[in-house]
């Protein structure tokens, strides 16, 4: 079956900075990926999502790429602020069924 | 627009009980998601729907079932819960066909801790 993987760790940087996540998948070519922000208590918050023949997306001060090649994603945050600070969920479609399997996230920490 | 709204916000259960969590969709949306989140496995696919039609289920017991109304509203209910039961209870919906390749509006959740 598909793996997901994102960093398990907390990334921990300075506002400002660009932070970036990675969302690593196997044993599997998907069609789309998404990317959700999740704060504690809430439900996930779609931000972007990028198709297999776009290499890169951008809003606002968002950026995902999706290299099929190297089966990973990598979700930017530029000039980051304490408020950025949350859960990043990378999520594909499964191979079979109309179902959106999600990575375990990585916790973004944005300190001033 | 108003968006996704579940409820009860938190229940607490005893082992043993039943339980039903209510989800309204986004008006004009027609798929709704389940899914169980906890600390351990994160966000782990329950089920979907999609008029009223059950189109895919996750690898959940069979205490686990839902389903969806009319109006797209729809129910999950988990009998003879379990402490393993606790968990953050999302739902999704969106407005395509399909919820791969359109974005997923989620719930705020239903907290759920079984005593």
């Known amino acids: 079956s598909q793996k997901i993987e994102q960093n398990s760790e907390a990334l921990n940087i300075q506002e400002g900075k660009t932070a970036t996540l990675t969302c690593n998948y196997t044993?599997?070519?998907?069609?789309?990926l998404q990317w959700y922000r999740q704060d504690p208590g809430r439900g996930p918050v779609f931000l972007l999502l990028?198709?297999?023949?776009?290499k890169e997306k951008r809003k606002e001060r968002l950026k995902v790429t999706f290299d099929t090649t190297l089966k990973q994603s990598l979700f930017h945050i530029t000039a980051s602020q304490p408020a950025d600070s949350a859960t990043y969920l990378c999520a594909l479609p499964a191979p079979y069924g109309n179902k959106l399997v999600f990575g375990a996230g990585t916790i973004l920490r944005v300190k001033s | 627009k108003a968006g996704v709204t579940q409820t009860p916000r938190y229940l607490i259960k005893t082992r043993g009980q039943q339980v039903t969590l209510s989800c309204s969709p986004i008006s004009g949306h027609r798929s709704v998601s389940w899914y169980q989140q906890t600390p351990g496995q994160g966000l782990q696919f329950l089920f979907e729907?999609?008029?009223?039609?059950?189109?895919n289920k996750g690898n959940f017991p069979g205490r686990f079932s839902g389903r969806q109304f009319s109006n797209s509203r729809s129910e999950m209910n988990v009998s003879t819960l379990e402490l393993g039961d606790s968990a953050l209870y999302l739902c999704?919906?969106?407005?395509?066909?399909?919820?791969?390749?359109?974005?997923?509006?989620f719930g705020q959740g239903t907290r759920l801790t079984v005593v």
């Open positions: 044993n599997y070519s998907p069609a789309y």
């Open positions: 999704a919906s969106s407005s395509g066909g399909t919820p791969l390749n359109t974005e997923a509006f």
């Open positions: 990028i198709r297999e023949n776009e």
């Open positions: 729907y999609f008029s009223e039609t059950q189109r």
